[in-house]
């Protein structure tokens, strides 16, 4: 059983960055794929970013493409989302998800564990 804790949310001025901590306990996850997604009030929760276990290639939704970035230090069992050059319609809970597979997944129902969420405000 894998529990996921993110931290780093917060309030923001458009064009700010904030820094996104995923810290999992329980299990490894190392051999996991990782990802973000955010949900904003009366919308579905989307793909926001996903990395596999590797490290390797990362993915990402093409309204964050070029500003965000997911990393993981695996030693650590931490994973991290940088969000540069914020925007109002960033805002939302963020929260932070492990899948046991292999192949990197954009859909939040490929994703076994969930974090509680933290919450994202970027005023304009």
């Known amino acids: 059983q894998v529990q996921l804790v993110e931290s780093g949310g917060g309030l923001v001025q458009a064009g700010g960055s904030l820094r996104l901590s995923c810290a999992a306990s329980?299990?490894?996850?190392?051999?996991?794929?990782m990802g973000w997604f955010c949900q904003a009030p009366g919308k579905e929760r989307e793909f926001v970013a996903a990395?596999?276990?590797?490290?390797?290639?990362?993915y990402y939704a093409d309204s964050v493409q070029g500003r965000f970035t997911i990393s993981r230090v695996n030693a650590k069992n931490t994973v991290y989302l940088q969000m540069n050059s914020l925007k109002p319609e960033d805002t939302a809970v963020y929260y932070c998800?492990?899948?046991?597979?292999?192949?990197?997944?954009?859909?939040?129902?490929?994703?076994?564990?969930w974090g509680q969420g933290t919450q994202v405000t970027v005023s304009s």
């Open positions: 998800a492990a899948d046991p597979g292999s192949v990197v997944a954009d859909k939040a129902y490929e994703y076994d564990y």
């Open positions: 329980g299990h490894t996850i190392r051999r996991y794929t």
């Open positions: 990395i596999p276990w590797s490290g390797g290639s990362t």
